[in-house]
């Protein structure tokens, strides 16, 4: 069994950002991540991310991907690729099914003082007769196809849903050279900001609101897809049937929190759908209802990347704090700061859902004695 | 079919290439690149058949989640497709079920 | 509004906005045309402006308002707007025709010189153009601008071209 200070377990964005946050200051931090290269979501987001320009708005997400990979080796972070966290076991050791460059794999359990769980989030599924027909996929996992494989999924596609990601990945798919056929919209209107929409519509892409698809049909694949208006009830309207021919149908229904090690680890959720269903409750530090675990980026709560960012950096000051690291006040300092960007990051109608939500977090926390 | 250009990530420099078997037949992957992606590329859609219905299934998630790219590799089943990366003289059959081969 | 429904923003929305140049100024010469009205954290425009005539301040959600005379149609803030919205609109190119900047981030790049189909927010063809200036420098960072002319009364309503065919190969 080893012992490490910190244990950082995913390597997204607030994975990467509480690990450097920390290593910076002396921390002496183990960054684990089961895929092949580090980065989390960042690698496919191709472009430009929107925020304060004083904190990388205007930068694309595949380029901040690779600072922060840089900084984490500058700051000495000791990084594990291909390498799961299975278990997470109380009183924070974690279990790790680490494979070397030679494939060889081990069974590593690690003490660890503080543990930040980074662990993001799973795309949601829509049901609908042929759902399993191969051609129909998450809209995430379209945008690994085109961004990280360079490989298109289909020629046709059809949208499910018009959040954020359902605008921005159509437009990549625009990009990669697919046709969108549609992006349809069980809700009355649009879900994502409508500069994403102007610009898809600009590329004559339709959207259609009150819209749910009904089937896809093939025989072996997809060939095709039945969509149909809805009422105000989300009922299909009889008559409205209308079927486009497509070969792939990428679903952008939201994302949930991966949280099987935070609950594994005792650590409370609560049902909050505003953030994507089970979320770990945390307090103004990032810490869960157990001490020295932190929960950062989406599986606190689905938001977006710059916020999950920022979260890191949080949990990392934090933590930095606690290991005594950097005095009381400059940690005060510092995530008054990081509280400042948050709040902005979560104001406006887009964000105050989700602002509400958080703020409902950290009372539930204290309330249960974080 | 594969992007060879693109505005924002340039044009495809990997140049290397390794042959696979899928299925018995040759294909030309580019080294290092997840399976998903060389079969993708080659128009094969279909990784594996269900236990019960035989039914087909494709990639769904793409990151490692859900197992519905799983197929069998170099006599291995249950291989995720879209996280594991091409070896050179490869073997990946469509799995069925969850058995070693085809019924 | 339209926008959640269609989205687009319609003529009397933008003009409603702060970011729509009155037609005396679009009569003076090269303006911008900054089509975002809703309240998202972002501020890249008013940083990218050398001549701060685009100002959104504290909060940063706030909608960014053109100052129509200090703008001098240059352009920088197309490429630099996230949501790629912000537009340049010349009116005064020639008697018949007006210029329209736009940002492009599809392959193939249209060739200047070359003839185009002019489409509006919907992506419906309005018009044909000609294509003036393509821009795709470094510090675009990927964003290439693409410079059109088009019949000038057709100014207000084009924002694009219908993509080119692509020839990538498997």
Known sequence: MYEKEVVVIGGGPSGLSAAVEAAKRGAKVLLVDENLRAGGQLFKQIHKFFGSSAHKAGVRGIDIAVDLLEQARVHGV???LNSVAVGLF???????????EDKLEKLEIIQAKKIVIATGASENAVRFRGWTLPGVMGAGAAQTMINVNRVLPGERILMIGSGNVGLIVSYQLLQAGAEVIAVIEAAPQIGGYGVHAAKIRRAGVPIYTSHTILEAKGEKYVEEAVICEVDNKWQPISGTEKVLKVDTITIAAGLKPLTELAMMHDCQCSFIPQLGGWVPLHDKNMESTSPGIYLVGDVAGVEEANTALEEGRLAGTSITETLNYISTEEAERLKKEIWQRLNELRMGPFGEGRMLAKSNILEECKASNC | MRVNDHIILGKDKRDEIVEIK??????????DEMIIAALMANGIKINRYTVKNNRPRGIFCGIGQCTDCVMVVNGKPNVRTCVTPVEEGMVIETQHGVERSKK | MALRKKGFLTKEELLASKCYPSEKRMSEGPVAVIECNEEIP???CEVAC???AISIGNPITNAPILDENLCTGCGLCIARCPGLAIFVIDKTYSEKEGLISFPYEYLPLPLTGSIVESVNREGKVVSS???????????????PVVTIAVPKDKLDEVRGIKRLERNDSK
Request: charged residues 40%; contains cysteine.
């Open chain 1, 78 to 80: 000791e990084i594990w």
């Open chain 1, 90 to 100: 109380k009183d924070k050791k974690v279990a790790i099914k680490r494979t070397f």
């Open chain 2, 22 to 31: 899928v299925d018995g037949e040759t294909i030309q992957a580019k080294k």
């Open chain 3, 42 to 44: 972002c501020n890249p």
């Open chain 3, 50 to 52: 050398k001549f701060q």
């Open chain 3, 129 to 143: 153009g000609k294509v003036i200036k393509v821009l795709n420098s470094k510090s675009l960072d990927r964003t």
